[in-house]
């Protein structure tokens, strides 16, 4: 696959995109992802939502979205295209956590045994197969969880697990918010204890938030309109801004006014104009600058709704009472619902 991406180039006139579509919907999700970065040509097509929808019917690739119940339980909420996912092989008191486009979730279950304790285990659905991991270092409160691929031959992965939120620590000179710090590696199979996280006093981390992994890195919102990074390799934190930072926009505490997302594989950021009936769409890039790439009009009907997702280049997802909404940009209207119950959302 690597040959033919250096061989030839989609302007090659002996190979046409329907040509370089079919030879790359035969790949693996792991080629897909390296001619994405040796190839902007190929990056842009395979985020084609065509080449997508193409890509998943004939790998039949299984595409959704988890959705964490208020107490227990669990369902899957398929996308366009998408075969259902069965997660009745889950213990029925299951809560996820945090899950992975590469189809791996983190869950805890209480303990079979100790009252008042919990086991997590990480598990592939459309494999079924769970496995237990080992207790966490600390028993503090869990607060979040995340979970970050850092590579995929062999598997690699780390989760993060953030406790026992402070917000009036003394650290040095003042008060600051500060988190306990846990990562689990899967390749050493055991949490490290970090340290702490630290944040200036009364800025916290938006739980009620989706948080976003993109090239083995961790996003998340504060409450200061900030974003906080967790980076898998060097496993440090760094904070920087939004692309948004006036009181012109209508950043109330309703977080569906703003909302970071993953968009063609970047870390994007999403936030409803003044006029309330558009989004804006903004990429961090490669510089880590924030670049506007769009302005999308909505119906009035779908601009009342909570923005879940963006599904692929032209299709958002939207929460709507007990139903998530495929909203097509190109075709204007919806193209698929699935009814679910209340509950967060985990994209997988």
Same mark, same amino acid.
């Given at each position: 696959?690597?040959?033919?991406?250096?061989?030839?180039?989609?302007?090659?006139?002996?190979?046409?995109?329907?040509?370089?579509?079919?030879?790359?919907?035969?790949?693996?999700?792991?080629?897909?992802?390296?001619?994405?970065?040796?190839?902007?040509?190929?990056?842009?097509?395979?985020?084609?939502?065509?080449?997508?929808?193409?890509?998943?019917?004939?790998?039949?690739?299984?595409?959704?979205?988890?959705?964490?119940?208020?107490?227990?339980?669990?369902?899957?909420?398929?996308?366009?295209?998408?075969?259902?996912?069965?997660?009745?092989?889950?213990?029925?008191?299951?809560?996820?956590?945090? *899950?992975?486009? &590469?189809? +791996?979730?983190?869950?805890? !279950?209480?303990?079979?045994? @100790?009252?008042?304790?919990? %086991?997590?285990?990480?598990?592939?659905?459309?494999?079924?197969?769970?496995?237990?991991?080992?207790?966490?270092?600390?028993?503090?409160?869990?607060?979040?969880?995340?979970?970050?691929?850092?590579?995929?031959?062999?598997?690699?992965?780390?989760?993060?697990?953030?406790?026992?939120?402070?917000?009036?620590?003394?650290?040095?000179?003042?008060?600051?918010?500060?988190?306990?710090?846990?990562?689990?590696?899967?390749?050493?199979?055991?949490?490290?204890?970090?340290?702490?996280?630290?944040?200036?006093?009364?800025?916290?981390?938006? *739980?009620?938030? &989706?948080? +976003?992994?993109?090239?083995? !890195?961790?996003?998340?919102? @504060?409450?200061?309109?900030? %974003?906080?990074?967790?980076?898998?390799?060097?496993?440090?934190?760094?904070?920087?801004?939004?692309?948004?930072?006036?009181?012109?926009?209508?950043?109330?505490?309703?977080?569906?006014?703003?909302?970071?997302?993953?968009?063609?594989?970047?870390?994007?950021?999403?936030?409803?104009?003044?006029?309330?009936?558009?989004?804006?769409?903004?990429?961090?890039?490669?510089?880590?600058?924030?670049?506007?790439?769009?302005?999308?009009?909505?119906?009035?009907?779908?601009?009342?709704?909570?923005?879940?997702?963006?599904?692929?280049?032209?299709?958002?997802?939207?929460?709507?009472?007990?139903?998530?909404?495929?909203?097509?940009?190109?075709?204007?209207?919806?193209?698929?619902?699935?009814?679910?119950?209340?509950?967060?959302?985990?994209?997988?």
């Amino acid at each position: 696959m690597i040959l033919m991406a250096h061989a030839c180039s989609p302007m090659d006139p002996k190979f046409s995109c329907d040509m370089n579509m079919e030879i790359l919907s035969r790949t693996s999700l792991k080629t897909l992802d390296i001619t994405r970065c040796i190839n902007k040509q190929f990056e842009k097509l395979t985020y084609d939502p065509g080449f997508l929808n193409f890509y998943k019917k004939r790998n039949k690739i299984v595409s959704g979205f988890l959705i964490q119940k208020g107490g227990n339980g669990y369902e899957f909420a398929p996308g366009p295209e998408s075969n259902n996912l069965d997660l009745g092989f889950l213990p029925h008191d299951a809560k996820i956590l945090a *899950s992975s486009e &590469q189809g +791996i979730m983190v869950f805890e !279950s209480p303990h079979p045994q @100790l009252q008042d304790s919990i %086991v997590y285990h990480v598990c592939k659905p459309s494999s079924k197969q769970v496995l237990p991991l080992p207790y966490p270092k600390t028993s503090y409160t869990t607060d979040n969880v995340y979970m970050v691929m850092v590579g995929s031959k062999p598997l690699h992965y780390k989760i993060v697990r953030l406790s026992d939120y402070t917000s009036d620590t003394d650290y040095g000179n003042g008060r600051c918010t500060s988190y306990h710090c846990e990562i689990f590696d899967s390749r050493e199979w055991t949490w490290r204890v970090k340290d702490h996280v630290i944040l200036p006093y009364t800025v916290y981390i938006k *739980s009620n938030y &989706q948080w +976003i992994t993109t090239r083995g !890195s961790i996003y998340m919102l @504060l409450s200061n309109k900030e %974003v906080l990074k967790f980076d898998a390799y060097s496993e440090e934190w760094t904070t920087f801004s939004t692309p948004i930072q006036t009181l012109y926009y209508p950043f109330s505490e309703n977080p569906r006014l703003r909302k970071l997302v993953k968009y063609q594989g970047k870390l994007g950021f999403a936030c409803m104009t003044p006029s309330l009936h558009s989004w804006e769409i903004w990429v961090l890039t490669v510089d880590q600058s924030w670049e506007k790439l769009d302005v999308l009009d909505m119906k009035k009907d779908i601009a009342k709704l909570s923005l879940v997702a963006i599904y692929d280049a032209d299709t958002w997802v939207m929460n709507e009472f007990k139903t998530l909404v495929f909203y097509s940009f190109k075709e204007g209207g919806c193209i698929s619902k699935a009814r679910k119950s209340y509950g967060a959302f985990e994209e997988v």
